[in-house]
């Protein structure tokens, strides 16, 4: 029984001081929902996101999330270089959190996704919860300005919005969700596509990652509504590492396979936006 | 009678609970309660919770639990608990069924879970699984229903600070479920408890629940409160 509790505490130092920060997954730590979503509005405020506009109707959407950089940034690496490869119409790309492993710094990431910048498109994301172990807000903060925002795209013919919200610490937080109604009021009325991303996915259909956790039930509800009520096309989420495609209420939900390195099915998504959106999946080994 | 309504609003502060006071109880018990609670989602609200509780025999007692709140949720629940005594304590098992709408978000949930559980006078603690099928009732043309895992675990520990059929008793523990809610397996919810017999047949409940968003592999933060205050009768 000694040697249990023994190797019960050990694993716990482990995991608390490598990987996950065991402290802040039981009691509150640094900046709650509320305070990041203001941080984050004090910065649209100040560098609102030009629209995007597209010379075609359809253009494509490259989707990863869930990459953790410790030491390896293979996967990273061959994403950023199939992105700025494609000779399509292909934007942007979204990044659903995660970023990073650990007390890891941002810093690896921007130097691997800065190819991104330099071919003229860019990659938007959002905070997922292992960006905010140890207080890294402030850092994700310092290093992306935002992860709560609304981008548009005008083509020729359409006008789509994205929509992107902050959930890496399992909830909206009540001026996130005011937020989001507003925007989706005042925004996506006349919208062709309406796509929301975040980090934490809203069903937890299968166990097939055994410990992510996932929004109160309520605020799922309550989400879940709120995008039927506004008729969001699709909304994107990681946290889960497992490809998951799930329709309820007219609404798409799609969790995406985790980019990590060693991930036995790892990849990446493009979406096809057009009178529709069409997701196709592409592993990266 | 004053030191009667201190306990009381200290009960309040603290909580109460019929499912502990019936342990060992041998009497049809029925309680109503009054609710109060916040959460992040359903800002303030209010409730009425009716619990009915029956010991139809020595190895079998049932529990019928109905519950409306002002935040567009009715829910009613019904459990069934074979159980056998132990030397210390007993065992049983807990085969329950929850409908729950939320009518306000046009979603209508029923839970299905069985446990078995180890209770006696000062802890008592229960493990099972619980599924989930998730109605659409809005109407819309695609995706009326989502079923979620299997394997969803259901858990309860539970402690009393006195033995089960003292006068008044406190306690608390933690949970993913209660009599209205199945949460996920990583959403516990923490709460007190406790009764306070005003005579043999009448006691006064009270109970708190806190949620916390985010616990276990996100970052925790405050999510809500819920908060009950009630009366039992003993037939």
Same mark, same amino acid.
């Given at each position: +029984?000694?040697?249990?509790?023994?190797?019960?505490?050990?694993?716990?130092?482990?995991?608390?001081?490598?990987?996950? $920060?065991?402290?802040?997954?039981?009691?509150?730590?640094?900046?709650? &929902?509320?305070? =990041?979503?203001?941080?984050?509005?004090? $910065?649209?405020?100040? #560098?609102?996101?030009?629209?995007? #506009?597209?010379?075609?109707?359809?253009?494509?959407?490259?989707?990863?999330?869930?990459?953790?950089?410790?030491?390896?940034?293979?996967?990273?690496?061959?994403?950023?270089?199939?992105?700025?490869?494609?000779?399509?119409?292909?934007?942007?790309?979204?990044?659903?959190?995660?970023?990073?492993?650990?007390?890891?710094?941002?810093?690896?990431?921007?130097?691997?996704? &800065?190819?991104?910048?330099?071919?003229? =498109?860019?990659?938007?994301?959002?905070?997922?919860?292992?960006?905010?172990?140890?207080?890294?807000?402030?850092?994700?903060?310092?290093?992306?300005?935002?992860?709560?925002?609304?981008?548009?795209?005008?083509?020729?013919? &359409?006008?789509?919005?994205?929509?992107?919200?902050?959930?890496?610490?399992?909830?909206?937080?009540?001026?996130?969700?005011?937020?989001?109604?507003?925007?989706?009021?005042?925004?996506?009325?006349?919208?062709?596509?309406?796509?929301?991303?975040?980090?934490? #996915?809203?069903?937890?259909?299968?166990?097939?990652?055994?410990?992510?956790?996932?929004?109160?039930?309520?605020? &799922?509800?309550?989400?879940?509504?709120?995008?039927?009520?506004?008729?969001?096309?699709?909304?994107?989420?990681?946290?889960?590492?497992? =490809?998951?495609?799930?329709?309820?209420?007219?609404?798409?939900?799609?969790?995406?396979?985790?980019?990590?390195?060693?991930?036995?099915?790892?990849?990446?998504?493009?979406?096809? +936006?057009?009178?529709?959106? =069409?997701?196709?999946?592409?592993?990266?080994? | 009678?004053?030191?009667?309504?201190?306990?009381?609003?200290?009960?309040?502060?603290?909580?109460?609970?019929?499912?502990?006071?019936?342990?060992?109880?041998?009497?049809?018990?029925?309680?109503?309660?009054?609710?109060?609670?916040?959460?992040?989602?359903?800002?303030?609200?209010?409730?009425?919770?009716?619990?009915?509780?029956?010991?139809?025999? *020595?190895?079998?007692?049932?529990?019928?639990?109905?519950?409306?709140?002002?935040?567009?949720?009715?829910?009613?629940?019904?459990?069934?608990?074979?159980?056998? @005594?132990?030397?210390?304590?007993?065992?049983?098992?807990?085969?329950?069924?929850?409908?729950?709408?939320? /009518? @306000?978000? @046009?979603?209508?949930?029923?839970?299905?879970?069985?446990?078995?559980?180890?209770?006696?006078?000062?802890?008592?603690?229960?493990?099972?699984?619980?599924?989930?099928?998730?109605?659409?009732?809005? *109407?819309?043309?695609?995706?009326?229903?989502?079923?979620?895992?299997?394997? *969803?675990?259901?858990?309860?520990?539970? /402690?009393?600070?006195?033995?089960?059929?003292?006068?008044?008793?406190?306690?608390?523990?933690?949970?993913?479920?209660?009599?209205?809610?199945?949460?996920?397996?990583?959403?516990?919810?923490?709460?007190?408890?406790?009764?306070?017999?005003?005579?043999?047949?009448?006691?006064?409940?009270?109970?708190?629940?806190?949620?916390?968003?985010?616990?276990?592999?996100?970052?925790?933060?405050?999510?809500?409160?819920?908060?009950?205050?009630?009366?039992?009768?003993?037939?």
């Amino acid at each position: +029984m000694k040697n249990c509790f023994n190797i019960l505490v050990i694993a716990l130092c482990i995991i608390s001081c490598d990987k996950y $920060y065991f402290a802040g997954m039981i009691a509150p730590s640094g900046a709650d &929902a509320d305070g =990041r979503f203001g941080q984050s509005m004090e $910065y649209n405020a100040a #560098h609102p996101i030009p629209t995007i #506009h597209t010379d075609s109707d359809d253009y494509g959407v490259y989707v990863m999330t869930d990459c953790h950089l410790e030491d390896e940034t293979q996967n990273l690496d061959k994403f950023v270089n199939i992105f700025i490869q494609d000779e399509g119409t292909v934007p942007f790309a979204l990044c659903l959190g995660d970023l990073v492993n650990g007390e890891k710094p941002f810093d690896t990431f921007i130097s691997h996704t &800065a190819a991104i910048q330099e071919s003229g =498109r860019r990659i938007f994301l959002t905070a997922g919860n292992h960006d905010l172990y140890w207080g890294r807000w402030k850092d994700f903060q310092k290093s992306f300005g935002t992860s709560t925002y609304c981008f548009e795209v005008i083509t020729p013919s &359409a006008r789509d919005i994205f929509i992107c919200v902050e959930s890496g610490g399992g909830t909206l937080g009540a001026r996130q969700r005011e937020w989001l109604e507003e925007t989706l009021k005042s925004e996506c009325s006349d919208c062709r596509n309406i796509v929301v991303f975040t980090h934490t #996915h809203f069903f937890m259909k299968e166990m097939s990652q055994g410990h992510t956790s996932n929004f109160p039930l309520e605020e &799922a509800y309550d989400l879940t509504d709120l995008f039927r009520k506004y008729g969001v096309n699709l909304v994107l989420s990681g946290h889960d590492h497992h =490809r998951e495609q799930t329709i309820f209420k007219g609404v798409e939900y799609i969790i995406i396979d985790a980019l990590e390195y060693g991930q036995k099915d790892a990849g990446y998504a493009i979406l096809s +936006m057009g009178d529709g959106i =069409r997701t196709e999946f592409f592993p990266i080994n | 009678m004053k030191i009667r309504i201190t306990v009381f609003i200290l009960f309040l502060l603290t909580g109460v609970n019929l499912g502990a006071q019936t342990y060992g109880s041998d009497k049809y018990t029925v309680a109503a309660y009054v609710d109060y609670g916040y959460n992040s989602t359903w800002k303030n609200f209010g409730g009425l919770d009716v619990r009915g509780f029956f010991p139809l025999s *020595n190895h079998f007692e049932m529990m019928a639990n109905a519950e409306i709140l002002s935040s567009g949720v009715f829910a009613a629940s019904l459990t069934a608990r074979p159980k056998f @005594k132990l030397r210390v304590g007993e065992i049983f098992i807990d085969a329950s069924a929850l409908c729950r709408d939320l /009518f @306000k978000y @046009k979603v209508m949930e029923l839970t299905l879970a069985a446990s078995a559980g180890y209770r006696m006078d000062y802890i008592s603690a229960q493990l099972g699984l619980s599924y989930r099928g998730i109605f659409d009732t809005s *109407n819309a043309s695609e995706g009326n229903y989502v079923g979620e895992t299997l394997l *969803n675990l259901a858990y309860r520990v539970a /402690f009393q600070v006195r033995p089960v059929k003292c006068r008044w008793n406190v306690g608390g523990g933690i949970s993913n479920f209660d009599e209205y809610e199945y949460e996920r397996m990583w959403q516990p919810m923490f709460f007190i408890d406790g009764h306070f017999d005003l005579n043999e047949k009448l006691s006064l409940l009270a109970s708190i629940k806190f949620k916390q968003a985010g616990m276990f592999h996100q970052i925790a933060s405050f999510y809500g409160i819920e908060t009950k205050a009630g009366v039992s009768y003993k037939f």
